[in-house]
T-cell receptor, first 113, second 113 residues
Framework: AQTVTQSQPEMSVQEAETVTLSCTYD???????LFWYKQPPSRQMILVIRQEAYKQQNATENRFSVNFQKAAKSFSLKISDSQLGDAAMYFCACLSGNTPLVFGKGTRLSVIA | DSGVTQTPKHLITATGQRVTLRCSPRSGDLSVYWYQQSLDQGLQFLIQYYNGEERAKGNILERFSAQQFPDLHSELNLSSLELGDSALYFC????????????FGPGTRLTVT
């Protein structure tokens, strides 16, 4: 069974600073996909970024980038130039084989003005 | 706005009752997924439909059922409701059953009293 672990229940960052959210996963599949979703207070789940396991290059979406360490099964999210609107719950998720999307427990990010 | 719509937004009902949650996927998406988000269980996959057929099943209780109609909208039926069924229920959609980006609706908050 695949698992996703987010070891940081809460994080905080100063506005304009950079923060990194950690995620580790475990899957026996060689073909899998990793995602970060953001859930702001509105509770909407918003796809932030995705990474295909077969790609060595780390995915980037504007201020969001990932550090994908395949051997270590690590998939961290870096948020640069943090903004107040980045405050939310962030969920790491893994999709592999015939297993549906599995989510971690989430990290609550606070942004301090 | 993800393009996925869910109704109703909020639902309050009593134990033992039955409710139906409705989801309309993004235009062109054939696959619909249902998730339950509760405080103690986190985000859990319930069931997936692809073009009208059940494709994958997760931790869905026997009291719960779902279907996808010819126009691709989906309904999640919850019966014999218990207090523990109170949760946020999300629907997500994707282009096909293996595409790796799922877009989430705003959710239906169910409160069972």
């Amino acid at each position: 069974a695949q698992t996703v672990t987010q070891s940081q229940p809460e994080m905080s960052v100063q506005e304009a600073e950079t923060v990194t959210l950690s995620c580790t996963y475990d899957t026996s599949e060689s073909d899998y996909y990793l995602f970060w979703y953001k859930q702001p207070p509105s509770r909407q789940m918003i796809l932030v970024i995705r990474q295909e396991a077969y790609k060595q290059q780390n995915a980037t979406e504007n201020r969001f980038s990932v550090n994908f360490q395949k051997a270590a099964k690590s998939f961290s999210l870096k948020i640069s130039d943090s903004q107040l609107g980045d405050a939310a719950m962030y969920f790491c998720a893994c999709l592999s084989g015939n297993t549906p999307l599995v989510f971690g427990k989430g990290t609550r990010l606070s942004v301090i003005a | 706005d993800s393009g996925v719509t869910q109704t109703p937004k909020h639902l309050i009902t009593a134990t033992g009752q039955r409710v139906t949650l409705r989801c309309s996927p993004r235009s062109g998406d054939l696959s619909v997924y249902w998730y339950q988000q509760s405080l103690d269980q986190g985000l859990q996959f319930l069931i997936q439909y692809y073009n009208g057929e059940e494709r994958a099943k997760g931790n869905i209780l026997e009291r719960f059922s779902a279907q996808q109609f010819p126009d691709l909208h989906s309904e999640l039926n919850l019966s014999s409701l218990e207090l523990g069924d109170s949760a946020l229920y999300f629907c997500a959609s994707s282009v096909d059953d293996r595409t790796h980006e799922q877009y989430f609706g705003p959710g239906t908050r169910l409160t069972v009293t």
